[in-house]
């Protein structure tokens, strides 16, 4: 067998990513472990005996074949470390999973991708600042990257898909196995209008341990994470930490000191991460986001009719929010036309005051 087949055969034995990468790390080329005896493989002290008797095991090659056919019968498809169109941003961290699932499709679009994750028993705040943050993101072309758990990953996801956005759920089961059962609806929506995606084999159960592990891909598919809503010990502070380990940055929503809820997202704040107050929070950090949101923001309001001193205003107003003399000093207009520029802005809903005369795009 080739890597390619090697890959997808030692997944469906359920030898987990680290083992492969383990084993690539130490002989090259994982399509040597088809040649490889008991006595090397126990040398290489990187599989268990179970593992190592799954992969002496050459009868299971046979069925290798009917398992990529049941794939494909189940609607998804496999990628691995391998091909192409296997996802550039997992390609950075080091535990990448070896091999994906996907239901639906990964576009290169998803590039510009936010995590949002939280607590499963999410509160009425955590429920509207979900929506909010989660639903502008995907208006200005964010994917939002999230677990499709109960509570705030749900809330995400459909905050995502309302908004005729892009979304990606990352399971902690086989890519057939929907949970909790109740999203079956939902499963079938990011199906159509994003990705749901696994590493794990088909039939895999939803087990404790999984979600850790889908986690790491959660944050690694983002440009960043925000956690909406934590307790101190919660799933959400550890794809906090693997974003943090990934180099990406990391937002939290502040909550009230009495909070169970809030208690773990005052303490990633605590900790460094920025606090998320409104999604302009995001867009500032990175980059590509300030550019988006530049982008969307003049595509709509092409239609809208403005004046040529409106545009202007509008103008130096993409540069961040702005204070009304800076506007007025970097347009040449006087002060009394900025005012009443920003004024009739306002009317438009083009902008909007964030505090004593500073305004920012709507």
């Given at each position: 067998?080739?890597?390619?087949?090697?890959?997808?055969?030692?997944?469906?034995?359920?030898?987990?990513?680290?083992?492969?990468?383990?084993?690539?790390?130490?002989?090259?080329?994982?399509?040597?472990?088809?040649?490889?005896?008991?006595?090397?493989?126990?040398?290489?002290?990187?599989?268990?005996?179970?593992?190592?008797?799954?992969?002496?095991?050459?009868?299971?090659?046979?069925?290798?074949?009917?398992?990529?056919?049941?794939?494909?019968?189940?609607?998804?498809?496999?990628?691995?470390?391998?091909?192409?169109?296997?996802?550039?941003?997992?390609?950075?961290?080091?535990?990448?999973?070896?091999?994906?699932?996907?239901?639906?499709?990964?576009?290169?679009?998803?590039?510009?991708?936010?995590?949002?994750?939280?607590?499963?028993?999410?509160?009425?705040?955590?429920?509207?600042?979900?929506?909010?943050?989660?639903?502008?993101?995907?208006?200005?072309?964010?994917?939002?990257?999230?677990?499709?758990?109960?509570?705030?990953?749900?809330?995400?996801?459909?905050?995502?898909?309302?908004?005729?956005?892009?979304?990606?759920?990352?399971?902690?089961?086989?890519?057939?196995?929907?949970?909790?059962?109740?999203?079956?609806?939902?499963?079938?929506?990011?199906?159509?209008?994003?990705?749901?995606?696994?590493?794990?084999?088909?039939?895999?159960?939803?087990?404790?341990?999984?979600?850790?592990?889908?986690?790491?891909?959660?944050?690694?598919?983002?440009?960043?994470?925000?956690?909406?809503?934590?307790?101190?010990?919660?799933?959400?502070?550890?794809?906090?930490?693997?974003?943090?380990?990934?180099?990406?940055?990391?937002?939290?929503?502040?909550?009230?000191?009495?909070?169970?809820?809030?208690?773990?997202?005052?303490?990633?704040?605590?900790?460094?991460?920025?606090?998320?107050?409104?999604?302009?929070?995001?867009?500032?950090?990175?980059?590509?986001?300030?550019?988006?949101?530049?982008?969307?923001?003049?595509?709509?309001?092409?239609?809208?009719?403005?004046?040529?001193?409106?545009?202007?205003?509008?103008?130096?107003?993409?540069?961040?929010?702005?204070h009304s003399d800076i506007i007025a000093l970097r347009t040449g207009l006087d002060i009394s036309t900025v005012l009443g520029t920003l004024m009739i802005l306002e009317m438009k809903e083009t902008i909007k005051e964030l505090s004593s005369r500073t305004f920012t795009l709507r």
């Amino acid at each position: 067998m080739d890597g390619r087949s090697t890959l997808i055969w030692l997944n469906m034995l359920q030898i987990p990513s680290d083992k492969i990468c383990s084993f690539i790390n130490w002989f090259g080329d994982i399509a040597e472990i088809n040649n490889m005896s008991d006595v090397d493989l126990r040398s290489s002290g990187i599989f268990s005996e179970l593992q190592i008797a799954r992969i002496l095991d050459k009868n299971s090659i046979k069925d290798l074949t009917q398992y990529e056919k049941k794939v494909r019968i189940k609607g998804a498809e496999i990628l691995t470390d391998f091909d192409d169109d296997y996802p550039e941003a997992l390609k950075s961290i080091d535990d990448r999973p070896m091999i994906l699932y996907v239901r639906g499709s990964l576009k290169k679009e998803d590039a510009v991708a936010i995590g949002i994750v939280g607590s499963r028993k999410a509160t009425s705040y955590g429920k509207w600042a979900c929506e909010k943050i989660s639903g502008d993101l995907a208006g200005l072309g964010v994917t939002i990257v999230s677990g499709m758990a109960s509570g705030i990953d749900t809330y995400a996801h459909r905050a995502a898909l309302d908004s005729e956005g892009r979304t990606i759920a990352v399971l902690g089961c086989g890519v057939d196995v929907v949970y909790p059962q109740k999203n079956k609806t939902l499963y079938e929506e990011i199906s159509s209008n994003g990705a749901v995606i696994s590493e794990f084999p088909l039939g895999t159960q939803p087990l404790p341990y999984h979600f850790p592990m889908r986690n790491r891909i959660i944050s690694g598919l983002s440009l960043g994470i925000a956690v909406i809503e934590a307790q101190e010990k919660s799933g959400s502070l550890i794809t906090a930490s693997y974003a943090a380990s990934q180099g990406k940055d990391v937002f939290a929503v502040p909550g009230n000191i009495n909070s169970l809820y809030s208690s773990g997202t005052n303490l990633l704040i605590k900790d460094g991460a920025k606090p998320l107050l409104t999604t302009e929070d995001i867009i500032e950090e990175i980059p590509v986001l300030r550019s988006n949101s530049r982008k969307m923001f003049n595509k709509g309001h092409e239609k809208i009719p403005l004046s040529e001193t409106e545009k202007k205003v509008l103008g130096v107003l993409q540069e961040g929010p702005l204070h009304s003399d800076i506007i007025a000093l970097r347009t040449g207009l006087d002060i009394s036309t900025v005012l009443g520029t920003l004024m009739i802005l306002e009317m438009k809903e083009t902008i909007k005051e964030l505090s004593s005369r500073t305004f920012t795009l709507r």
